[in-house]
C-alpha cells in the first residue's frame, strides 16, 4: 500500500501563490504515476495536473495551464504543486492521488483545504 499526506493548504487573496506537498510513503515503488484534483462544493472532483513518477513527464488542464506546476522530487517521495496567480475558482479541497498504472489512482490523500478571497 501507499500512504499520501497533502500538506500547505491554506487562505490567501486572490493573485497569491501557494505550493502544495504531498508526501509519499509505504510501498512507493508501486507508484507509476502521480496527480493533483480538486472538489469544490457541489462540483466534480476534477484532475488539475499529474506527472509520471520514472521521467517527470507532466500534464494539464486548459484551466490551469501556465498557472500551477506539478513536480516530484524522488529521493523525498514527494509530489509538489505550485499554483500562481490563484484565482477564487481555484478555491477547493486539494487531493493528491497515485496510481500503479495507466488506468486508476488507487491511492488517495485526505485533502487539503485552498481558500482564495478575492
Known amino acids: 500500500q501507499v500512504q499520501l499526506v497533502e500538506s500547505g493548504g491554506g487562505l490567501v487573496q486572490a493573485g497569491d501563490s501557494l505550493r502544495l506537498s504531498c508526501a509519499a510513503s509505504?510501498?512507493?515503488?508501486?507508484?507509476?504515476?502521480m496527480a493533483w484534483f480538486r472538489q469544490a462544493p457541489g462540483k466534480e472532483r476534477e484532475l488539475v495536473a499529474a506527472i509520471l513518477w520514472s521521467n517527470g513527464i507532466t500534464a494539464y488542464p486548459a484551466s490551469v495551464k501556465g498557472r500551477f506546476t506539478i513536480a516530484r522530487d524522488n529521493a523525498k517521495n514527494t509530489m509538489y504543486l505550485q499554483m500562481d496567480s490563484l484565482t477564487p475558482e481555484d478555491a477547493a479541497v486539494y487531493f493528491c492521488a497515485a496510481g500503479r498504472g495507466k488506468v486508476a489512482y488507487e491511492f488517495w490523500g485526505q485533502g487539503t483545504q485552498v481558500t482564495v478571497s478575492s
Open positions: 509505504g510501498r512507493t515503488s508501486f507508484i507509476y504515476r
